[in-house]
Every structure is written in structure tokens, then in C-alpha cells.
């Protein structure tokens, strides 16, 4: 991770140059809540990995951080067309600010802000992980009290299910489906809307026991007085009994 790469970890604002040298391992559009039509930004999950060098020119590579970048709405079609989720990038002039808003992907300081002169070099696959989880247990999504800004990852049990209901939301009537997830900690209710609701079903109808889940980018909220977990539009990704080696753990344990 040579040649004048900053790793992620020691990203902030003032520095002249910045070049890191990142996996994208999620990108999507942020819609209005009731306008999926109307994209306004574009975000971008970032993560390296970091390189240490022992005696005899031994490396050793390790997962290095995550960091949230972020298109604006008249650069979004541009980085669309340039970034792909899992492939490899150096990326060059940007902006490094401070980390805010009501759905952060990372729980880094500040986030990457690109702008016209932004470059991203595609790059042959050195070692960086396709992914890095950010699990948050039953005890520590209660602990919020259901006022989080950040979204985090999910891995439970299904120990139940609900029926199709339909919600009212944002004017709309929106499908949803409920699952009961347990960890060693307790229980939390999750609650998915939208297309997630066929997954579900298509999922239960060819997988009778209880299934190991993996929720990724998941919005802690209050609902009906309880603290749940939602999808976020066009950002969570669903894993299913996934062949992981944190689900395999998971189950196991």
C-alpha cells in the first residue's frame, strides 16, 4: 500500500494531496421517501487494508477501515459509470470532511466528498476484503434508545415471522414484513419494506428452519414505542444463510 497511499484510518481535512487505495463495497442512490424517481446523491462505501512490513520483506496485510464517499446529484452519473461494487480503485483529489447526517455507512470521523476533478484509477485486487462487517448485538442497538444516526450490521436467528401488512408511509401504502432475530444478548424486531418482503417470502418457502441472517446497512428506529431495526431504500443488503465465516461462527455458537 506503497506510493504515497494514505490509509483510510488517517484521513482528515487539510491535507493538499490524498491518495487512497480502496475496495467499493457498497454503492446506492439516496431517494426522497416518497420518490425513488429522484436520486440526490450517490454514496459509496470505502474500505482498505493495511500493509506491514517485518524483517526479509515479510508482509503482512490486515483489514484496514471503512469510509462513506459521497456524489452530489450533478456528479452522480459520472461515478455510476467509473465505480463497481467489489472492484479496486485509487482514488485521487477529493475532499475529507466531517462525518454528519442522520445515515452515515461508517463510523469514521469525517467522509469523503468528491467533486469534479475526483479520479479513480482502477486497480488489480491487492489483498483489500470485499467487505467488512460492523455488527451491533441486541444490548447495544437498545442501548440507543432508537435515536442512532449511524447504520450498522445485523447477524441473528430468525426466530419468527409475521404476515404481509401494509403500512402507511409518506403518503404511501407501503408493503412490510417483520422478523424476530435473536442474538445471545435478547431480541430485536426488524422490519423490512418494499421488494425485501418477496425475498423474505421466496426465501422461507425453500428454507423450513430457522435461518442465520445477515442484514447489512440497517437504520435503528422507534416504532410504536419500541426500538426496531429498518432497511434503508436502495442500501441494505439481505444475506440468508450466507457461507460466511461469521455466520458459520454465529450458528455454531
Not at 504515497?4 to 421517501?33: H, N
Not at 466528498?113 to 455488527?135: C, D, L, Q, W
Not at 441473528?156 to 424476530?180: C, D, F, H, Q
Request: proline share 4%.
Amino acid at each position: 500500500m506503497g506510493g504515497g497511499v494514505t490509509p483510510v484510518k488517517s484521513l482528515c481535512p487539510g491535507k493538499s494531496f490524498l491518495r487512497i487505495r480502496t475496495r467499493v463495497i457498497r454503492m446506492w442512490e439516496a431517494c426522497p421517501v416518497n420518490d425513488s424517481l429522484s436520486p440526490y446523491d450517490l454514496h459509496i462505501v470505502l474500505i482498505d487494508a493495511e500493509v506491514y512490513t517485518f524483517l526479509l520483506n515479510v508482509y503482512y496485510i490486515a483489514v484496514g477501515d471503512k469510509i462513506e464517499a459521497i456524489a452530489r446529484k450533478g456528479l452522480m452519473s459520472k461515478f455510476k459509470s467509473e465505480l463497481r461494487e467489489g472492484k479496486v480503485y485509487t482514488i485521487t483529489y477529493f475532499s475529507v470532511l466531517s462525518n454528519s447526517g442522520g445515515f452515515m455507512a461508517s463510523e469514521h470521523d469525517y467522509k469523503i466528498m468528491f467533486n469534479e476533478k475526483t479520479r479513480a484509477a482502477v486497480e488489480e485486487a491487492i489483498g483489500i476484503p470485499m467487505t467488512k462487517y460492523s455488527f451491533k448485538d441486541t444490548d447495544q442497538i437498545l442501548a440507543t434508545g432508537g435515536d442512532s444516526d449511524f447504520l450498522i450490521d445485523v447477524i441473528g436467528l430468525v426466530t419468527n415471522v409475521s404476515s404481509e401488512k401494509k403500512y402507511p408511509k409518506a403518503g404511501n401504502v407501503t408493503r412490510m414484513i417483520e422478523l424476530e432475530l435473536t442474538d445471545d444478548k435478547g431480541k430485536i424486531k426488524c422490519a423490512l419494506f418494499g421488494h425485501f418482503v418477496d425475498v423474505v417470502k421466496q426465501h422461507l418457502a425453500a428454507d423450513r428452519q430457522m435461518p442465520v441472517v445477515v442484514l447489512q446497512f440497517m437504520k435503528i428506529k422507534t416504532f410504536m414505542g419500541h426500538v426496531v431495526i429498518q432497511n434503508v431504500m436502495n442500501a441494505t443488503v439481505l444475506l440468508w444463510n450466507p457461507a460466511i465465516p461469521e455466520a458459520v461462527s454465529f450458528h455454531n455458537g
